[in-house]
Every structure is written in C-alpha cells, then in structure tokens.
C-alpha cells in the first residue's frame, strides 16, 4: 500500500492534458493544467463546479472521460491510486475510528516499527499534535481532526497533496489558524499541493497561483493579484466579489483621453480599447468625499447614498450616480464623513482602477 516519494526524490511538474471528466449529467470540459513543482495550487470555484470530480480523477480514483495525466514525462492516467504516490484529504477527514492518533497517521506505512514511530513523531511536532497521539478521533475537535487528517496524507511525503475543501467546516479562527500552518507546513515540505476550495479568501491567503473553475470550464489561472486585480471574464470577476460591473461603449474624452461612456458618464480608463467592453471597478479603489478631491484621478462623480451595509470594522457605501457605485469604507472614514442615506457624496478613483475585459 505504501507509495513513499524520498526526500531526495525529484519534484515533478504534473501536468493535465484534456482532461474531462463527468458524473450523471454533468461534464467538466477538457483542462489543461501545469502544477510547477512545489507550488501551492488552489482550485477556486462555486458547489458543483466539478472540483472534487477532478481531484478525484487525478488520484485515480476517477477514470477521465479523455485525456492525460503526466508526471514529469511519465502518463499515469491509467496507474492505479496506490501508485500515484497523492496524498489525499477530504473535507470529513475520514479517519478510522478504530485506530488511535498514531495508528491513523502510521495507516500508508509500511516499514519496521522503528521507522514508522519516527515518521509519525517527526510529523506529529509539524503539525503540533504530539499530546493527542494516544487518543481516539471521537475526542477530537475539528481543528485537530483536520491536523491528523494533514498528518496521515504527508507522512508519507507524496509528490502531489490533494486538499478537497480543507477548511470548510471549521469555525473562522480555527480556520484563519490552519491557512497560516498550511502555508508553513507547504514551506518545510515543499509537496507539490492541489486544495479545491469555494472560499475566495482562503485561496488568497495560502496560493501561489489559483485556478477558477466554473460552468464545466477552467475559466482562469494566474496569480492571486491577477485573479483579484484582473478577471478574465465577468464569472471570475462576480466570484471573486467584484462588483461594480458594467458594459460601456470606448470613446475618447476631454483632452483625448481615452474612457468608456456607461450611461451618462464617461469613466476615464487607462488603456484604449475599440467598441463595446465590460469593466469593473473594486469597491476598495473607490474614495468616498463631502466635497470634490483635489487628486490625480480621472473620475469623480457626484451621487447620492441609497445603501450601507454595515460589515464590522468597514461598510460597503452603495452610491447612485447613476449608474449605481458601491464603494468600501472604513469605520472610521464612515463616522467622519458623518455618511447617512439619501446624502450627497462625491466618489473619486484613478483611470488606473478601472479593469476592462
């Protein structure tokens, strides 16, 4: 059963080549995908979007539709699971009831007793759970249940880690906690990872790169600053919480500059485009004023509030132009501003803010 990749066993890119996959009615499209060797790869995307079908089919546990699944050089579509050398971690942990901590995570080993009881205390002191080593998973908490699970999937140190939605059920401290040691644990051991989650901002605290995957297609894959910054499509822009999207026409406007006409205002932009196009401003780039900034933005406009949505330490300011601005603000930037509904509000933001796709 055991499948170890050594230490000094080379990290290879894993590649998908046109893979689909389907259950029932639903059919993912072909995906083609480079994991770069020890990079921390997130699958973004709404329930039902085919992320775990896909894990799931890297792991073989799956058989693809079509397609190929490489590392390095070497086609492992049709290798069984228990040779893939993966590393898996499902959103339920799944542990073995019937076996202690330690046994739970010693499960893929197969060495003399000596070795298995150093590997499990070297990766017990990554992840901080050498005092629940004698205990059985019902005593656990989701936090440490979550750590056994991570445990029992790196002893074995995979080429490739697959974490399908890692995180989700755990409450937002204990999960804001496990981002930063997930990141930690990526830095020490340096697997190659594949963690599908719907959690924009989960993806965003631990990724190197993410890929938003959505209506049966990879939509797009790059940073997490281009993903945030620069959607490829209006569904990426919508799932990473973009708002304030909107189609215009190109045109040109006072001193040639070059902006895209919404309605009755032109929004000044950075780049010139032809014809019609889509934009989105983010709520954080837009400035909120009693009175017209004195600033090297291009667009001010002058609106009026028609909606707060109070989120805690900031408020998200909806401000009827038209078209309809919703801009992100402080506690602090509300209370001075004195912000009420139905008041007068001057919104400012650099040409540069403005994305269009």
Same mark, same amino acid.
């Given at each position: 059963?055991e +499948?170890?990749? &050594?230490?000094?066993?080379?990290?290879?890119p894993?590649?998908l080549?046109g893979? &689909?996959?389907?259950? !029932?009615? *639903?059919?993912?499209?072909?995906v083609n995908?480079?994991?770069?060797?020890?990079?921390?790869?997130?699958?973004?995307?709404?329930?039902g979007a085919?992320?775990?079908?896909l894990?799931?089919?890297?792991?073989g546990?799956?058989s693809?539709?079509q397609?190929?699944? #490489?590392?390095?050089?070497?086609d492992?579509?049709?290798?069984?699971?228990e040779?893939?050398s993966?590393g @898996?971690?499902?959103q339920?942990y799944?542990?073995f009831p019937? #076996?202690?901590v330690a046994e739970?995570?010693? @499960?893929?080993?197969?060495?003399?007793?000596r070795? +298995?009881?150093?590997?499990? /205390?070297?990766?017990?002191?990554?992840l901080h759970?050498?005092?629940?080593? &004698?205990r $059985?998973?019902?005593t656990?908490s989701? !936090?440490?249940q979550?750590?056994?699970a991570?445990?029992?999937?790196?002893?074995? +140190?995979?080429?490739?880690l697959?974490?399908?939605?890692p995180?989700?059920?755990?409450?937002p401290?204990t999960?804001t906690? #496990?981002?930063?040691?997930?990141r930690?644990?990526?830095?020490?051991?340096q697997?190659t990872?594949?963690?599908?989650?719907h959690? @924009?901002?989960e993806?965003?605290?631990v990724?190197d790169?993410?890929?938003?995957i959505?209506?049966?297609q990879?939509q797009?894959?790059?940073?997490?600053e281009?993903? *945030?910054?620069r959607?490829?499509?209006? *569904?990426?822009?919508?799932?990473v !919480?973009g708002?304030?999207?909107?189609?215009?026409?190109?045109?040109?406007?006072?001193?040639?500059?070059?902006?895209?006409?919404?309605g009755a205002?032109?929004?000044?932009?950075? $780049?010139?485009?032809?014809g019609a196009?889509?934009l989105?401003?983010?709520?954080e780039?837009?400035?909120?004023s009693?009175q017209p900034?004195?600033s090297?933005a291009r667009?001010?406009?002058?609106?009026?509030?028609?909606d707060?949505v109070?989120?805690?330490?900031?408020?998200?300011?909806?401000?009827?132009?038209p078209?309809r601005?919703?801009a992100?603000i402080?506690r +602090? &930037?509300?209370?001075?501003?004195?912000?009420?509904?139905g /008041?007068?509000?001057? #919104?400012t933001?650099?040409?540069s803010?403005?994305?269009?796709?």
């Amino acid at each position: 059963m055991e +499948r170890i990749n &050594s230490s000094n066993e080379e990290i290879l890119p894993i590649r998908l080549q046109g893979l &689909s996959v389907g259950a !029932g009615k *639903f059919l993912l499209e072909p995906v083609n995908l480079a994991l770069h060797p020890g990079e921390y790869f997130v699958l973004l995307g709404p329930t039902g979007a085919g992320k775990t079908l896909l894990l799931e089919t890297i792991a073989g546990l799956r058989s693809p539709q079509q397609g190929h699944i #490489l590392y390095g050089d070497t086609d492992v579509t049709d290798l069984p699971a228990e040779r893939r050398s993966i590393g @898996f971690v499902y959103q339920d942990y799944l542990l073995f009831p019937h #076996l202690t901590v330690a046994e739970n995570i010693a @499960f893929g080993l197969r060495r003399q007793e000596r070795t +298995r009881a150093s590997l499990v /205390a070297e990766i017990s002191e990554l992840l901080h759970i050498e005092p629940l080593l &004698s205990r $059985w998973p019902s005593t656990l908490s989701g !936090g440490e249940q979550q750590r056994v699970a991570l445990a029992r999937a790196l002893v074995t +140190r995979p080429r490739l880690l697959l974490l399908d939605e890692p995180l989700s059920a755990l409450d937002p401290t204990t999960r804001t906690v #496990l981002q930063k040691e997930l990141r930690q644990l990526h830095q020490h051991l340096q697997p190659t990872v594949l963690h599908v989650t719907h959690n @924009f901002e989960e993806s965003m605290a631990v990724a190197d790169r993410i890929g938003v995957i959505g209506q049966g297609q990879l939509q797009q894959v790059g940073s997490p600053e281009e993903i *945030f910054r620069r959607p490829a499509n209006r *569904f990426v822009a919508e799932f990473v !919480g973009g708002r304030n999207l909107f189609q215009g026409t190109t045109t040109t406007g006072p001193g040639g500059v070059p902006c895209v006409r919404v309605g009755a205002i032109c929004i000044s932009v950075a $780049w010139q485009h032809e014809g019609a196009v889509r934009l989105m401003v983010r709520p954080e780039d837009i400035l909120l004023s009693r009175q017209p900034l004195v600033s090297s933005a291009r667009n001010t406009f002058q609106g009026h509030v028609v909606d707060l949505v109070d989120q805690g330490g900031v408020l998200l300011v909806t401000v009827e132009v038209p078209p309809r601005f919703t801009a992100l603000i402080t506690r +602090r &930037s509300y209370e001075d501003l004195a912000i009420r509904q139905g /008041a007068d509000i001057y #919104l400012t933001f650099k040409a540069s803010a403005v994305h269009l796709f």
